[in-house]
């Protein structure tokens, strides 16, 4: 069974970056639309951006222009780069298939406070 396990995230300064690293145990990031959500306190899983098989690019629009999701197809691994951070960004930050078909991964956190 394919496993994902989130890494990256931390506590980041409004209008800094992070970059988050999808690590996939099984072939998954070049078969499949793949996709990173996250989950704000009382709120409900958000999808925030997806990659296709063809590599074509959706964000959520609270996101676009600051966000860009990329894959290493030879890694198995998926990345998200985040730009001009803001504390509306503060989540648990989760990677999966779009919709979500493998069992979700520990996530990881990312705080954005001054």
């Known amino acids: 069974q394919v496993q994902l396990v989130e890494s990256g995230g931390g506590l980041v300064q409004p209008g800094g970056s992070l970059r988050l690293s999808c690590a996939a145990s099984?072939?998954?990031?070049?078969?499949?639309?793949m996709g990173w959500f996250r989950q704000a306190p009382g709120k409900q899983r958000q999808l925030v951006a997806s990659i296709s098989v063809g590599g074509s690019l959706d964000y959520t629009d609270s996101v676009k222009g600051r966000f860009s999701i990329s894959r290493d197809n030879a890694k198995n691994t998926m990345y998200l780069q985040m730009n001009s951070l803001k504390p509306e960004d503060t989540a648990v930050y989760y990677c999966?298939?779009?919709?979500?078909?493998?069992?979700w991964g520990q996530g990881t956190q990312v705080t954005v406070s001054s």
């Open positions: 999966n298939t779009v919709p979500g078909l493998v069992p």
């Open positions: 099984g072939i998954v990031v070049s078969i499949r639309t």
